[in-house]
């Protein structure tokens, strides 16, 4: 797929991974969409070229995305791309998280991919073309002490892509997941440096992986025309 001109909404773009990923599909030439839960900032979008479009949304909030989505048609004809970024964290070990900590992670991360993946994948379908990009997480596949609710909503977005694929896949649209490992992150600097020590220790590859080199994996598969229904684990060789 040649990403000239091409419509890519990516979920979660203020920062972090969604960032990497939107701006390099902009240097690639596609119009991107940046998505925020409260308004994009002008000088984010000064990153940006002009034709670049922003969407505010809660996620998790259904209501709020098919507003903002019907909103967005009325500026383009539809997406190419649609990369499902957003998502959080709230950890604590099963025995002490509430019922509200575990539905909080599931509403966002998992219910929110679906809010937003429904109506586009529904305009897709009509097209007969689209590529679907879900992020999801070493975490889903071989999960991870005090990331119950976590595990569980990457779990969610590994099974639903899968579901999507082959739903999708006679219209000619494709449906595929990454799932990232340890990457660079705010979230990541915070840490000790003791415990960075001890989870680069677990990496065969004894680094963390950059946001860009996610980045790179999305453009992949967007561009690859024979990939859908697959999980791309991208975690310096951490779930072996």
């Known amino acids: 797929m040649n990403l000239k ?11 972090g991974i969604g960032l990497a990923i939107a701006k390099l599909f902009n240097q690639l030439g596609a119009r991107v969409v940046l998505h925020g839960r409260t308004s994009v900032s002008q000088d984010l979008l000064a990153d940006f070229d002009e034709a670049t479009l922003t969407m505010t ?56 991919t679906f809010n937003v993946s429904q109506p586009i994948f529904k305009k897709m379908l009509r097209a007969r073309t689209g590529v679907i990009i879900n992020m999801a997480s070493v975490v889903g596949e071989m999960g991870n002490v005090g990331q119950v609710n ?14 999507l ?20 992150s705010d979230m990541t600097a915070g840490l000790s440096e003791k415990i960075q020590a001890a989870m680069i220790d677990a990496i065969p590859l004894h ?21 859908t229904g697959q999980v791309i684990t991208v975690d310096g060789g951490l779930y072996i």
Do not use: C, H, W
């Open 207 to 227: 680094r963390m992986g950059a946001a860009t080199e996610i980045a790179q994996t999305a453009v992949f598969l967007a561009q690859n025309e024979y990939i």
């Open 57 to 112: 949304a809660d996620l998790a909030d259904p209501q709020s995305v098919s507003s903002a989505i019907e909103e967005l048609y009325t500026e383009v004809d539809g997406i190419d791309i649609l990369v499902n970024n957003a998502g959080i964290v709230d950890d604590k070990l099963a025995m002490g998280m509430t019922p509200a900590e575990f539905a909080n992670v599931i509403n966002v991360n998992l219910n929110g």
């Open 5 to 15: 001109d091409k419509v890519v909404l990516v979920t979660g773009s203020t920062r």
């Open 150 to 163: 976590y595990a569980a909503s990457k779990a969610g977005v590994i099974g639903m892509t899968k579901s």
């Open 165 to 184: 694929a082959k739903e999708g896949a006679k219209r000619g649209i494709r449906v595929n997941a990454i799932a990232p490992g340890m990457i660079q």
